[in-house]
């Protein structure tokens, strides 16, 4: 689905995106995970031929994104990090003009607003929605084409645990049709609960490119802590893989004593921190 | 194609809901009806009134350019306004990544109305002209208004970056329109200060009724539409 080679970029003379190599195949969603400013948004930009001005090779559904043609854009859908609607225009009004921009035959509308819970909003106008509506119209705009390819750029950034979930929802939705989906985040558990695979982008480059599952892995086991009273609180850990060798968890368990006892798997964010030396945030 | 043409009445149906946008894609043919039928009434009672043979009339060529410069210059205010609109929502940013594309939205938002300018000027200003100018006149001062009016766009666009700053700068970008009153009004070689606008060559082609004079226009107008394109397609 997305071929890229050798990708450099840079909005001024000094490099920025620079050298960039990875593909994604049919059907995977695709994460780009780092901290603001990483260059998340721009390479998006780029993959949908909105920055011409790159070297190197970016090919999306087989066409160089440089050499677009109006045809390129049947199979792409966008949610911007931003609003991007007619604010005096309804949601349906809205959709309804944005649909008759394709070739292509539109989703039907009501059932795409059906599925992002905006049924009874349809009528109002855009500037009356609250943000997290807001952000449920703009992702479905992008599906009205029914495109291969959706680009997202940080779906779920600033909504609240509700309007997140319904959104994290529709993105599986569309993955389980089959679609490729690409978004940036800077929310590592987002990243693991959507991504087949992230890419971690810190300045510009790529330091690492995997599953989720696998980063995590390769931080390391996990490790169980557990704690006992003896006159004062004392505490141990002991890798999970190990467990059975731990004499002294094995008494405290026979004797009953542990005050508590919890596991910490190593977390995206972990890993981040590991590989890059920073925080998302 | 179709993009273009449905994006270009989702503009027409957008100024339905904008009664400043709609009055100004109305203005050409109000401002006809006062320039045809009006001034020339008020033409005879100044003269009656100051007992001289002329007050308005010498002037007459001078109003006919302005009105052959109406059309386009409203027609292209009401797009930046939508366009301007259309930046500050984000809108536009969309379209250029649907199958409209970058290129179809210059068409269907300047393109477009500048044909319909352009064909609006050819049919009024000969019913709304009060001069006897021949078609070859017509035509020129329709096209010559028509490209001015893309200046002036382009002006506005690159002088403003939202909706406040657009109205702001229109009034600045208007006047480039009145290099046409030069030769009218400033006998001496001082006119020349202002030759680089197109519009005084306009003005001094009616003003000395030789087409001769409209030569350097069309040129000057190629120059300025270009540097004012390269800077606006830089900021887009
Ligand atoms: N149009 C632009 N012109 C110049 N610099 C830009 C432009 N857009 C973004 N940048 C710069 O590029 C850097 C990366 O931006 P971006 O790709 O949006 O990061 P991210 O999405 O990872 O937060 C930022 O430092 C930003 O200031
Ligand atoms: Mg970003």
Redesign the interface.
């Known amino acids: 689905m997305i071929q890229v080679k050798n990708l450099s970029f840079s909005y001024t003379k000094q490099p920025f995106i620079s050298d960039m190599s990875f593909s994604v195949s049919s059907g995977e969603i695709f994460g780009f995970l780092g901290p603001s400013g990483a260059g998340k948004s721009t390479l998006q930009k780029v993959l949908?031929?909105?920055l011409t001005t790159y070297q190197g090779s970016a090919i999306v559904n087989g066409v160089e994104c440089r050499e677009r043609?109006?045809?390129f854009?049947?199979n792409?859908g966008?949610d911007?990090e931003?609003?991007?609607?007619?604010?005096?225009?309804t949601a349906k009004e809205n959709l309804r003009?944005?649909s008759?921009?394709?070739?292509k035959k539109s989703r039907p509308i009501e059932q795409l607003l059906e599925k992002a819970g905006l049924e009874h909003d349809a009528d109002k106008r855009v500037s009356d929605y609250s943000k997290g509506m807001k952000a449920r119209l703009n992702f479905i705009?992008a599906l009205l084409h029914d495109p291969l390819l959706l680009c997202l750029d940080e779906p779920t950034s600033g909504l609240d645990p509700t309007n997140s979930r319904v959104m994290k929802d529709m993105i599986l939705e569309e993955k389980a049709k089959g679609k490729t989906i690409l978004l940036t985040t800077h929310n590592m558990q987002d990243a693991a609960e959507l991504c087949d695979r992230v890419a971690f982008i810190v300045g510009g480059k790529i330091c690492a490119l995997d599953s989720p599952h696998k980063l995590i892995m390769s931080k390391g086991a996990t490790t169980v802590t557990y704690t006992w009273m003896e006159n004062e609180e004392h505490s141990a850990s002991c890798p999970l893989d190990c467990l059975s060798a731990d004499e002294q968890l094995k008494r405290l368990i026979a004797e009953n004593r542990l005050q508590s006892i919890h596991s910490s798997e190593p977390t995206l964010n972990d890993i981040f921190m590991d590989l890059t030396g920073r925080t998302l945030l | 194609m179709?993009?273009i043409r449905?994006?270009f009445w989702?503009m027409v149906t957008?100024l339905r809901?904008d009664m400043m946008l709609f009055a100004a894609c109305l203005a050409p043919i109000l401002v006809g009806f006062l320039f045809r039928f009006v001034i020339p009434l008020f033409e005879d009672a100044l003269t009656d009134w100051f007992h001289v043979p002329t007050v308005i009339s010498p002037y007459y060529g001078l109003i006919d350019i302005l009105f052959a410069m109406l059309s386009p210059a409203m027609f292209g205010f009401v797009s930046v306004m939508v366009t301007l609109e259309e930046n500050d929502?984000?809108?536009a940013?969309?379209?250029?990544?649907?199958?409209?594309?970058k290129h179809?939205y210059l068409i269907a938002r300047f393109g477009i109305p500048s044909v319909f300018a352009l064909l609006v000027t050819v049919v009024l200003l000969p019913v709304f002209k009060l001069s006897p100018f021949p078609f070859s006149y017509i035509v020129l001062l329709a096209a010559g208004g028509t490209l001015q009016g893309i200046v002036i766009v382009l002006l506005i666009l690159t002088l403003s970056s939202n909706k406040l700053e657009g109205m702001a700068v229109t009034k600045l970008s208007t006047l480039i329109m009145f290099g046409a009153a030069i030769p009218f009004f400033v006998k001496d070689n001082v006119q020349y200060v202002l030759s680089p606008l197109p519009s005084f060559w306009i003005g001094k082609a009616v003003f000395e009724n030789s087409l001769f004079y409209m030569l350097p226009t069309f040129p000057l107008l190629f120059v300025w539409i270009w540097a004012l394109l390269k800077q606006f397609l830089r900021k887009i």
């Open positions: 949908i031929g909105m043609t109006k045809n854009y049947e792409i966008v911007f931003f609003s991007t609607m007619y604010e005096k225009l003009f944005f008759s921009l394709y070739e705009k | 179709k993009a449905l994006s989702g957008y809901r929502e984000k809108t940013k969309y379209l250029f990544i649907t199958p409209l594309t179809g």
